[in-house]
Every structure is written in structure tokens, then in C-alpha cells.
């Protein structure tokens, strides 16, 4: 796009360095394509996501499990909590759970992690993204200072990662273990 819309570098004589191009048209294009357009579809992906697992999730708890025998049909209709049936050579076993099952709570755990991943990558690169779009349609002048911390704070994001992923994953969890802890 850059070619063909004319938005290609541009180059100083005297300072002898490429910049970026600072046309509007072009900061636009370039923020849009590469930050905000994926954002929205990972924003809106996350969210389907969040509605199908919920509705997973609902629609789990409200169905009930009916056994062979009259006699635990009569604990299922008591009880109103989730059930895990086993049925062995044409035997139905039945064990009350309290709350949510395992896989609920490693969804719940899962659904977690993704939200709050996608969370800090947006409160790492929004910063740099505003100003660089800002930047050239308000003509401000940003401080160099701020543009680094900016671009740094976004940079961060890929050091944050494997911080949130071990705090919500065993097997991350052992082998960061492993890798710091590691006794000879």
C-alpha cells in the first residue's frame, strides 16, 4: 500500500536518516491495519467465544442426568447441584459434585487467562497507538521521551506474557520453576 498510494519513505539529506511517513492518510492506514482492525476482531472473537462458553456452561447446569434406577432418580430430583454419572457393564454410579465440575472451572480458568491477556496487550500498545495516530493528524508535538516510553510500554507486553501464563498454567508454572530454580 505504501507504494501504491505514494506513502513510501522519506528520506533527509541533511539529517541523512528515513522516517516514516507522516502523512495522515498514511498513519491511518498503517494503525488501523496493523493495531485497531485486528484489536476489534480479537475483541469480538474473545466475546463469542465468552457467549458460547457461558451459554455451555448454563445450558449444563440446567439439564439433568437421569439414571437407571428409581432410586437415584429420586437423589437426582433432590438435588439440585451438578452430577457426574459413570456406567460400568450396565451399572450407573452417581457422585454429587459441589459447584462446578473440573472442565467448568478450567473454562472459567481459561476464559480468564484469554481476558486478561488481551487485556494487558491492549494497556500496553494503546498508549503507543493513540499518539502515533494522533501525531500527524493533530500536527502535536509529542516529546521523544514519551514516544519511547510508549513504544517500550508496548514492547513490555511481550515480557508480561509468560508472567500471566505461568501464574494460570501448572505446566508453565513447573517448567519456569525448573528454569530458575534448577539445583545441581
Request: aromatic share 18%.
Amino acid at each position: 500500500a505504501p507504494l501504491l498510494f505514494g506513502w513510501g519513505e522519506t528520506y533527509s539529506a541533511d539529517s541523512e536518516q528515513c522516517q516514516v511517513s507522516q502523512e495522515p492518510s498514511y498513519t491511518i492506514f498503517s494503525t488501523f491495519g496493523a493495531f485497531y482492525l485486528p484489536l476489534c476482531v480479537v475483541l469480538f472473537v474473545y466475546w463469542k467465544i465468552y457467549k458460547a462458553a457461558k451459554f455451555r456452561i448454563g445450558s449444563r447446569k440446567s439439564n439433568s442426568i437421569t439414571p437407571i434406577t428409581p432410586e437415584a432418580l429420586e437423589v437426582n430430583e433432590a438435588a439440585q447441584q451438578p452430577q457426574m454419572v459413570f456406567t460400568v457393564r450396565h451399572a450407573t454410579v452417581t457422585f454429587q459434585t459441589d459447584g462446578d465440575t473440573w472442565r467448568e472451572q478450567k473454562e472459567k480458568k481459561a476464559a480468564l487467562m484469554v481476558g486478561i491477556l488481551i487485556g494487558v496487550f491492549v494497556l500496553c500498545w494503546i498508549p503507543f497507538f493513540i499518539t502515533e495516530l494522533i501525531n500527524p493528524l493533530c500536527s502535536c508535538d509529542i516529546p521523544p521521551i514519551w514516544k519511547s516510553i510508549f513504544l517500550w510500554l508496548g514492547y513490555s507486553n511481550s515480557f508480561f506474557n509468560p508472567l500471566i501464563y505461568t501464574a494460570f498454567n501448572k505446566n508453565y508454572n513447573n517448567a519456569f520453576r525448573n528454569l530458575f530454580f534448577r539445583q545441581h
